[in-house]
């Protein structure tokens, strides 16, 4: 007498084959970009000396300006999103139910982010940059 076991996967096999020769497969990959290149800062950018000006002839309009209480602070960022799908199916829904399927995914979103936050006057008064995280640095920078 044969294990159980072994029935299942013959079973598991069997219909593997039958979805890959029968079915329907297919590959989705997306690659998406969501704002301009954020440079890192220059050098010449230094706390406390340089102004307002400066910054957006460099960098340009940012993507967010947030006011902080008198003060405020031009958020630039690039997100880099890369997902791939992979699906096998068998076309069977007028004579099974429910339709076996077989689906794989995968996303990695990267973030690159420069923050520059400006007393009120317009004086640079800090500055944080980050490339490549996995986090966007403006949602945990307080933290």
């Known amino acids: 007498m044969g294990c159980p076991f072994n029935s299942i996967i013959r079973a598991a096999a069997a219909l593997l084959m039958a979805m890959a020769l029968l079915g329907c497969v297919s590959l989705r990959i997306e690659k998406v970009q969501k704002g301009g290149d ?5 050098v010449e950018f230094l706390q406390k000396k340089t102004l307002l000006a400066e910054i957006l002839s460099g960098y340009g309009a940012p993507t967010d300006i947030v006011d902080m209480n008198g ?3 031009l958020h630039y960022r690039r997100t880099l999103y ?29 973030y690159d982010t ?11 008064k800090d500055m944080k940059y980050e490339k490549g995280t996995s986090r966007s640095l403006w949602e945990d920078y307080w933290k």
């Open 114 to 124: 420069a923050v520059f936050i400006f007393t009120a006057d317009g004086v640079l």
């Open 71 to 73: 003060e405020f602070a």
């Open 38 to 42: 954020v440079l890192p800062p220059a």
């Open 82 to 110: 890369r997902g791939m799908k992979v699906s096998v199916g068998v076309p069977l829904k007028s004579a099974l139910l429910p339709n076996p399927s077989m689906e794989a995914t995968g996303k990695l979103s990267r």
